[in-house]
């Protein structure tokens, strides 16, 4: 199949998120021989284009105006709409994260496709591509294709691996002009909670505490073994209920569904809320005090003991190995 | 103001799935009113009890639904709709935009709240896709809504940081967990719901063909995920059990 696919690149904070080249990766199995144009939105991103190329787009399209500074939807689908005019893709690929979830069910609406959100795999079938998602927060998958129209798809953060780097690749930026016409979306501010710069959708380790951890103070333990590891930190629905920490951080089927390749469920009993948005996780460790909790059943290591003692030697461990 | 909630009804989010020859069982399970679609549900009776005006509860699915639609009534809820999509063929997120965008065209709404995702399928879609068809403004996943002169003020949650964005009338927003705490239905509530309106309609009444609103997208198998065998309990000295733990992860594991 040779299909013409639209990536769209996400940056952030000056660079390109990681699920911008997984969507590269994704977009080659839809379609193997076809173009791949990389599309970069924002304020001043063309200096960035080339890394797209070198991921494996073959050209990447930027436009860029003061108004696409800060995400819109607003603002980003009329850019988008002019680049899908003028390049009639017959496939769109992005990453399933704010933005991307945020955009993407308007984009579709506006040109009138189906849309196939948080796909975990892709696999080409004939003419046919078949996206493997996530439902019921990971309890079951679906198998989905598309019967009319365009293919389009999000992908969900850390499942299907980006390219290996080619800095050799090269191809055409170009830059496209879009008039974006005045938004009745004003950003006024923004509020940052996260505290270390690891995103919990995008981590590859996150380390998670429970009502387990008995008290916000006690979190500091987890941010330290954290920061060791380069993880995001989590919490079950428990600890965010007895205000341990912020609702933003919830792992769980009403929170984050998280795919890392390393989970440390600290101080967490495993109830099924909270197992249905981590269970497909790589590896899952358990540091808990009661041998029958329900996380050391579908934990891969498990350690039967106090936290309080655990969590820092642990992090001790890790930093003599990790240096 | 003219206040609308989109709502589903799913599977309570204790259950646990079965699925036979690609189908979810559904036979026994218990059905609720998506969590997400709660917190809308909540916000939109605050929103009128503040500024006035009238709530209605609008679902697409089977008559099964009028039991979760009698649940945000006792709520609080003024009227309730239940769009039936029985004829619908491969329904899918398309489907559910031009089935709501097709009713609420003429209904003047001044906010359509909905959840941010639902806790079955999982897309979150519909919000930003209903916006679209009806030329809204769209604002997902909400923690806060202040109303005033036209325009909405709204925190929203982006992946843990909170962006406060000033938006202009109408708009539909789509409630994330933090917005409010859900009331649970009195016993007048539950009483009253029962003589609240509940209009049902089909395609036909919304001048919908079978072929406008067949889905873009089919869905060709469901599966369960491997069960995980049950994994290693280490044993020994607590600091033997952190040291093997470590050496687990880099040497067997290889994941750090």
Do not use: W
């Not at chain 2, 998506?34 to 699915?61: K, S």
């Not at chain 2, 406008?212 to 069960?227: A, N, Q, S, W």
């Not at chain 2, 992860?249 to 750090?256: G, H, Q, R, S």
């Amino acid at each position: 199949m040779s299909k013409k696919v639209l990536v769209i690149g996400e940056v952030r904070d000056g660079a390109f998120r990681n699920v911008s080249f997984e969507a590269i990766a994704a977009a080659k199995e839809i379609s193997a021989d076809g173009e791949i144009v990389g599309v970069v939105l924002g304020d001043n991103v063309s200096g960035l284009a080339n890394e797209m190329i070198h991921y494996g787009a073959d050209k990447v399209l930027t436009v860029e105006s003061d108004k696409l500074a800060d995400y819109t939807p607003e603002g980003y689908s009329q850019a988008l709409q002019a680049v899908i005019d003028q390049e009639d893709p017959e496939g769109i690929v992005l990453g399933h994260t704010a933005i991307g979830k945020d955009v993407s069910p308007k984009i579709a609406a506006r040109i009138g496709s189906g849309l196939v959100s948080d796909a975990v795999g892709i696999e080409a079938a004939g003419e046919e591509v078949i996206f493997t998602r996530p439902i019921y927060s990971g309890k079951a998958f679906e198998k989905v294709v598309v019967k009319d129209g365009i293919v389009f798809a999000t992908i969900r953060p850390n499942n299907i691996p980006a390219l290996e780097k080619d800095d050799s690749r090269s191809g055409d930026v170009q830059s496209v002009d879009v008039d974006i016409k005045d938004l009745n979306t004003i950003i006024k501010d923004v509020v940052r909670n996260t505290t270390s710069g690891v995103d919990l959708s995008e981590a590859s380790v996150i380390v998670a505490g429970g009502r387990g951890m008995k008290s916000e103070e006690n979190f500091d333990i987890l941010q330290e073994l954290a920061d060791v590891l380069g993880a995001a930190v989590g919490a079950s629905r428990g600890a965010c209920d007895a205000e341990y920490c912020d609702y933003a951080l919830q792992i769980g089927q009403t929170g984050k569904v998280v795919t890392p390749d390393l989970y440390i469920a600290v101080g967490i009993s495993g109830a099924i809320q909270h197992v249905a948005g981590m269970s497909n996780s790589k590896i899952i460790v358990a540091i808990n005090k009661d041998p029958e909790a329900e996380i050391f059943q579908i934990a891969d290591y498990g350690i039967v003991g106090d936290l309080f003692d655990i969590v820092p030697k642990l992090t001790e461990e890790f930093k003599k190995v990790l240096v | 103001m003219n206040i609308y909630v989109i709502l589903k009804r799913t599977f309570d989010t204790e259950e646990k799935i079965q699925i036979e020859n690609g189908e979810i069982v559904e036979d026994g399970a218990e059905f609720i009113i998506n969590p997400y679609d709660e917190y809308a549900i909540e916000e939109a009776i605050q929103i009128r009890d503040e500024h006035g005006g009238e709530v209605t509860l609008v679902t697409v699915g089977d008559e099964e639904a009028e039991k979760q639609l009698r649940t945000g009534l006792a709520m609080g809820a003024d009227k309730a709709v239940l769009i039936e999509d029985e004829d619908v063929e491969d329904g899918d997120q398309f489907s559910t935009q031009a089935i709501l965008a097709a009713y609420l065209q003429d209904k003047d709404a001044d906010i359509i709240l909905g959840g941010n995702v639902a806790v079955d399928g999982g897309s979150g879609q519909v919000g930003p896709r209903l916006a679209e068809q009806l030329g809204f403004n769209h604002v997902t996943s909400v923690v806060k809504i202040d109303i005033a002169d036209g325009k909405a003020t709204i925190e929203k949650d982006v992946e843990g940081d909170q962006q406060i964005v000033e938006v202009s009338l109408p708009v539909v927003v789509t409630a994330q967990q933090g917005l409010n705490e859900p009331r649970y239905p009195s016993l007048p509530g539950i009483m009253k719901a029962k003589k609240k309106p509940l209009e049902t309609l089909d395609l036909d009444d919304l001048d919908l063909d079978e072929d406008d609103v067949e889905g873009k997208t089919k869905t060709v198998d469901r599966y369960l995920p491997p069960e995980k065998e049950a994994g290693k309990i280490l044993e020994g000295e607590l600091d033997d059990q952190v040291k093997e733990l470590v050496s687990l992860l880099k040497n067997e594991a290889k994941v750090i």
